[in-house]
């Protein structure tokens, strides 16, 4: 990149970020507003302050009972992709038998499969199993459809792992169960890390799953529970902007925390 041309660059990837954060920052300040204050002057700064809106949120039950719905249904669809993941995708990167590649690129084409054209006969199947308005109802499809990813970026993993160490661990009389506690996952970490940030994100953020699976507003995900609250509060524009910027909070941060880690773990690979 020369010199002139730099400066450009900047610029447009500048102004590339406000575009991007400016929707975030109007809401998280709209917050802090009253409706009055909206209506007069939409793209002003709050005067005063106004702290009620996110109190008000934060000391009622609605908001925590759908974190908790949220952060259950992310840790368990994440426990699910991770485990059964990195055991289908053992198989697939050390084992050779036949149907291999047509078990792989199944796998592969669960990328180009979005939920929403399967969502119809999804739920024909999750009301036959009885699961209609829980938690397992939304989190089991989560699973299934986390899966692909998990697989196609775990894969590399396990087939960058030497084989001079499967072999020294065979000579050592470990078993292939042992070999694959004691060493293959140790030394997935990274990708492991990674589609377990990634998982967890799709499942916090999933909205058009549980649109369709839950019913009860006991139940709901932050998600619904943003556009119910909305819904409820249409005429209150300042309290529905500070509960949707406390339900972006959360995703925001993790995000934020395990950033560097989705990088690595997309681009790195274990190392004999």
Do not use: H
């Not at 302050?49 to 109190?55: L, P």
């Amino acid at each position: 990149m020369s010199r002139t041309t730099r400066p450009a660059v900047y610029l447009a990837a500048l102004m590339l970020v406000g575009l991007m954060l400016g929707p975030v920052i109007y809401i998280i300040i709209g917050g802090f507003r009253t409706n009055s204050q909206i209506t007069s002057e939409p793209a002003a700064l709050p005067d005063p302050w106004v702290f009620g809106n996110y109190t008000d949120v934060l000391t009622g039950d609605t908001f925590w009972r759908q974190v908790g719905n949220s952060t259950f249904a992310a840790l368990v669809t994440t426990v699910g992709v991770v485990g059964l993941g990195v055991m289908a995708s053992y198989v697939l990167a050390r084992y050779r038998f036949r149907g291999r590649g047509a078990m792989y690129a199944l796998f592969a084409a669960g990328l180009m499969f979005p939920m929403t054209v399967a969502i119809t006969p999804l739920y024909v199947l999750i009301k036959n199993l009885g699961l209609i308005n829980t938690l397992p109802g939304v989190i089991l499809p989560q699973i299934a459809f986390g899966l692909p990813t998990t697989i196609i970026i775990l894969v590399p993993f396990l087939q960058a792992i030497p084989k001079e160490i499967e072999e020294a661990a065979a000579i050592d009389r470990c078993s292939r169960l042992g070999f694959f506690w004691r060493m293959v996952l140790p030394l997935s970490v990274p990708g492991l890390i990674t589609t377990g940030i990634l998982a967890f994100i799709a499942s916090w953020n999933s909205y058009l799953l549980p649109l369709f699976i839950l019913n009860d507003q006991e139940g709901f995900t932050l998600p619904l529970g943003v556009q119910a609250f909305a819904s409820e509060y249409s005429v209150d524009t300042a309290k529905v902007l500070a509960f949707t910027s406390l339900s972006m909070i959360p995703a925001l941060i993790f995000f934020s925390l395990f950033e560097r880690r989705i990088v690595g773990g997309l681009t790195g690979a274990v190392k004999g």
